[in-house]
């Protein structure tokens, strides 16, 4: 399976605790998406990358949140001192910008992980 | 700021029966339109876009249009299927050069045999 893959796909911890998610994105693909989705609601943007470089972070994304994207393939989310507010689905996505005047490029989603903080 | 806003669920519907899903929108500039569907038990994927006004986006059955005069971009399909039931996300990305995704909350088809 060459899609999207997200790990692990579910996470309970304890609220004080750290985490930390992996994304593994479509192999070619230069853009990387972090999404986060609550309970009833759509998924809202989080932060994304160009290759390594992070480009645009989302106010929802606090300073306990951290993500990374070292070697332009995979990414982690850090979540530090998890609260309960932060139990949701996150998502990642990817796309392949081939050149900046073909838009909007299509996003790939995995499956998500869910967090559950206690 | 930019803004989706989806016809409230749940929807069921008999099999074979017409199917529309509202989809307004506000933004800034001249934004992309999406669906996306969410299958039981899988990630968002495409079903369909349209990147400008009166452009027709189609798939699988599904169209949508894109009404700039009206800030919509209703789902529509003429016989649906019980393969057809999942969650439908109506999303935009707001203009050239920025592909962030905005979504709606999603409506959930239900379609009965």
């Known amino acids: 399976d060459t899609g999207v893959s997200q790990n692990p796909r579910h996470k309970i911890t304890k609220r004080g605790q750290n985490v930390t998610f992996r994304c593994d994105p479509i192999?070619?693909?230069?853009?990387l998406y972090w999404y986060r989705q609550t309970l009833g609601q759509g998924p809202e943007f989080l932060t994304y990358?160009?290759?390594?470089?992070?480009?645009?972070k989302s106010r929802l994304l606090s300073d306990r949140f951290s993500a990374e994207r070292p070697k332009g393939s995979f990414s982690t989310l850090e979540i530090q001192r998890t609260e309960q507010g932060d139990s949701a689905m996150y998502l990642c996505a990817s796309s392949f910008q081939l050149n900046s005047q073909i838009w909007p490029n299509e996003q790939f989603f995995g499956p998500g992980t869910r967090l559950t903080v206690l | 700021g930019n803004s989706v806003t989806q016809m409230e669920g749940p929807v069921t519907l008999s099999e074979e029966a017409f199917l529309t899903i509202n989809c307004t929108y506000t933004a800034t500039g001249y934004p992309s339109l999406f669906w996306y569907v969410q299958y039981p038990g899988e990630g968002l994927q495409l079903l369909l876009k349209a990147t400008k006004a009166d452009d027709k986006g189609s798939n699988k059955g599904f169209e949508a249009t894109y009404r700039k005069e009206t800030t919509s971009f209703h789902l529509e399909k003429g016989s649906v299927q019980v393969s057809d039931s999942a969650v439908y996300f109506c999303?935009?990305?707001?203009?050239?050069?920025?592909?962030?995704?905005?979504f709606g909350t999603g409506t959930r088809l239900t379609i009965i045999p």
């Open positions: 999303a935009l990305t707001p203009y050239f050069g920025n592909e962030k995704l905005t």
């Open positions: 990358f160009q290759n390594e470089a992070q480009l645009e």
């Open positions: 192999s070619e693909h230069n853009r």
